[in-house]
């Protein structure tokens, strides 16, 4: 398959592997699947100029579960690289997975459902893969959870505005001022939005 197909399979999968860990997934780690996914097609350019599968088998797999022992990244390295193998068994190359003890290619599918490199089948898979890696993604920082907050909490508020807009209450400061000498009085009259209250101030004359 190809490497775009891969690196969406390995991310999907790693991010899976992951959740059931109980390991954090980070940005780091998801660039780390995405990248460990092609190791085996770049192992095979680098050792043997051509892509034949031979660096698609479970050694290699065995060495890094082996190493996923002494450092966690190795697991999603580990994780990414089984995800390589079992795509590559859906196509219909197969994958040596016993090399190079024993060349038998492998598949899991009859060679009706097998999937041909660079096809629409595989590219009709790739984008399913996207779909689960976006889902995914914000799955795992709680998109979907803040927004259902945020949807919560608007009623909430309005609710809210409406109780205490139903509870308004006013009060009414009375002063009444008396000057000596004169036969006309000022009365001042303050409003407050709180509790009603009329307060009047005792005039001693």
Known sequence: MRSYTHIAGGIIFTML????????VTAFYIFLAGTAAVIPDLLDYMLTEKHNRETHNIWILVILMGLSLVNQIFIIIASAYFSHLVLDLMTS???????????????????????KTGTGREKALFFFLVILVVGGVLMNYQVFSLIDTATAIQPTMTDNNTTNGSNTKTYINVQVQVDEGMSNKNISIKNSQNESNIIVKEINQ
């Open 17 to 24: 592997i992951m959740y059931i860990l109980n390991i954090p």
């Open 93 to 115: 190359h197969g994958v040596r997975l016993l090399f190079p003890f024993k060349k038998t290619r492998f598949v899991c599918m009859g060679e009706k459902y097998r999937i």
